[in-house]
């Protein structure tokens, strides 16, 4: 275990569960149920239908959750419904850094508009220096005239963007070709 995934203050680690598409909290319903931990963020979705739009909370990253365990002990998760593995690197489960989880707690917890974001690689990285999630650190783009941070689950490589104030925002430098820091 890399000192990124040891546990913090004698907590288990969260890993990602890959569970059945749109039955996140009804997996993490049956997992919490048998003593874990389980953490599944969610945003307003609005959904545009022929006949009406409908606001419905969906998962920020679909077809995941994020569950603390021991992986020594995970049998008697995976024999949940809806549970599909434990996400690995090379057929051994894969603890998640506790700052990813703690960053997207804070985005879920803040109410502020956040949506999944396609994986990024390129571009600055920028630290939040004020505002609620001041201490954060992720990229920096501008979608619709609004700016946005998008913060990264690397083992998942899937992302989310939550809207941001400029003032907010203190350039860290450039991780790649293709700028999409604002200017």
């Not at 059945?20 to 993490?28: F, I, K, S």
């Not at 989880?101 to 949506?115: F, G, H, W």
């Not at 690689?121 to 946005?148: C, D, M, N, W, Y």
Request: proline share 8%.
């Amino acid at each position: 275990m890399s000192s990124e995934d040891r546990p913090v203050e004698g907590l288990l680690p969260w890993f990602a569960l890959r569970v059945r598409n749109r039955a996140e909290e009804l997996v993490a319903s049956a997992v919490a149920s048998k003593g874990y931990e389980v953490f599944v963020p969610t945003y307003l979705d609005i959904r545009k239908y022929a006949s009406c739009v409908k606001k419905i909370d969906a998962a920020l990253f679909p077809g995941y959750l994020f569950c603390r365990l021991n992986v020594n002990n995970r049998l008697p998760l995976l024999t949940t419904p809806g549970v599909h593995h434990i996400v690995s690197l090379g057929g051994v489960p894969c603890a998640i850094d506790e700052a990813e989880i703690a960053a997207i707690r804070l985005v879920v917890d803040s109410k502020l508009p956040a949506t999944p974001w396609p994986y990024l690689t390129t571009g600055h990285h920028a630290r939040i220096e004020s505002g609620p999630f001041a201490g954060l650190e992720g990229i920096v783009i501008q979608l619709k005239g609004r700016e946005r941070l998008v913060l990264s689950v690397n083992l998942l490589q899937r992302s989310v963007a939550v809207e941001i104030d400029r003032s907010w925002v203190r350039p860290l430098g450039a991780v790649g070709p293709g700028s999409l820091m604002v200017p």
